[in-house]
Nanobody, 126 residues
């Protein structure tokens, strides 16, 4: 079993920055893709960013491109989301997710991922 634990959320003013971390643990941990999703109150969950665990290739949603950056530390089994120039519309619960199945390649779909963290709240005040 794989556990994902997010940290780093909090309250920040518009224009500020936060860095989210997601630590993966478990004897059987492996990954093809790790991703970040978010869900704001009353809205559907949406894709934020993803990273290929082996190649390091990254993908970012248009809404965060140029402001957010996903990265990973393979040795620590940890993925990060650096969030800069935060806006009130970035307010949401942010979830980390892992996919360890080789043929699930649609990184922007929640259904691709078979492990999820509990989420961390990010609130951006105006």
């Amino acid at each position: 079993q794989v556990q994902l634990v997010e940290s780093g959320g909090g309250l920040v003013q518009a224009g500020g920055s936060l860095r989210l971390s997601c630590a993966a643990s478990g004897r059987t941990f492996s990954s093809y893709t790790m991703g970040w999703f978010r869900q704001a109150p009353g809205k559907d969950r949406e894709f934020v960013a993803a990273i290929n665990w082996d190649s390091g290739r990254t993908y970012h949603a248009n809404s965060v491109k140029g402001r957010f950056t996903i990265s990973r530390d393979n040795a620590k089994n940890t993925v990060y989301l650096q969030m800069n120039s935060l806006k009130p519309e970035d307010t949401a619960v942010y979830y980390c997710a892992n996919n360890d199945r080789a043929y699930y390649t649609s990184y922007f779909l929640g259904a691709t991922y078979n492990y999820w963290g509990q989420g961390t709240q990010v609130t951006v005040s105006s």
